[in-house]
């Protein structure tokens, strides 16, 4: 095919820059027909890339959860001092975990909250239907808070609770 100072391009016949890779490949690792082990090893990513879709959400959501927890946890510490002088110490904590979250919702699903102004002042009741998340809660919340300035409370099944962080 090609010679030692040989280009891919010179030659009687030119030849595609993958063959020359290819050709390359083969030379430098010594192993014959190694387009074979190459439309392989695309065939398994092919395969498996929506497993490792499938995996990825639940692994960004934990990592979320655990530095919200995280960013609160510093936020206290860095703020012991302060809470003799101020009543809403984590009212900045707060400000920031919704943040962090409204930006993950909007950035990863696209999460938008409509109708927020017809809520009226004062308690009220919202109801999620049954196939909601604790991140599709977060979302809520973190969004509400910023648009209105309003906590949101919670009533879940017990199994939420248990979940980590």
Request: charged content about 15%; proline content about 5%.
């Amino acid at each position: 095919m090609i010679g030692g100072n040989e280009s891919c391009i010179a030659g009687p016949m030119p030849v595609s820059y993958l063959t020359c890779l290819t050709y390359i490949l083969e030379e430098w690792t010594g192993v014959d027909h190694i387009e074979d082990y190459l439309s392989y090893a695309v065939y398994l990513l092919w395969v498996l890339f929506p497993l490792a879709l499938v995996f990825l959400l639940p692994g960004v959501l934990v990592i979320l959860f655990y530095t919200s927890v995280l960013l609160l946890h510093i936020y206290k510490r860095k703020n012991e001092i302060k809470e003799a002088y101020f009543n809403d110490v984590w009212d900045g904590a707060m400000q920031m975990v919704a943040t962090l979250w409204d930006g993950h919702g909007r950035i990863w699903h696209g999460y938008e909250l409509h109708g927020c102004e017809n809520l009226p002042e004062g308690p009220g009741l919202i109801v999620f239907y049954h196939g909601a998340t604790p991140a599709d809660y977060n979302y809520f919340a973190a969004r509400l808070l910023i648009q209105r300035k309003r906590y949101c409370h919670v009533v879940a099944d017990h199994f939420v609770f248990r979940l980590p962080g």
